[in-house]
């Protein structure tokens, strides 16, 4: 069973994730893409499953949710899909459900 994190978009991800090291960090250069960088270091050093997968929204065909990890990854109805929020706390879904 394979988890996919549906973030919000890219541009959103990236402005969050400047904002917190801007502020963490003050007067330091981040990298260009901050949150690509991010979450690429974090896939390789936390120890994640390999059937763990962070999807920014944008990265979607419009439409269902469900629907739209199928076709564009491959997900199934065993598969567990978590929306999340920068307005709310995460929401588990599982694809079953659909």
């Known amino acids: 069973?394979?988890?996919?994190?549906?973030?919000?978009p890219r541009d959103v991800l990236e402005a969050t994730v400047?904002?917190?090291f801007g502020k963490l960090l003050p007067g330091l250069p981040l990298p260009a893409d901050v949150w690509g960088t991010l979450s690429e270091h974090l896939a390789r050093?936390?120890?994640?499953?390999?059937?763990?997968?962070l999807v920014p929204r944008d990265e979607l065909p419009e439409g269902d949710t469900a629907e739209a990890l199928a076709e564009s990854y491959g997900a199934d109805d065993?598969?567990?899909v978590v929306e999340v929020s920068l307005a709310?706390?995460?929401?588990?879904?599982?694809?079953a459900a659909r």
């Open 1 to 8: 069973m394979a988890t996919f994190f549906v973030l919000p």
């Open 18 to 20: 400047s904002s917190v």
């Open 45 to 53: 050093s936390a120890n994640w499953p390999d059937d763990v997968f």
């Open 78 to 80: 065993s598969d567990r």
């Open 88 to 95: 709310r706390a995460p929401r588990g879904v599982s694809l």
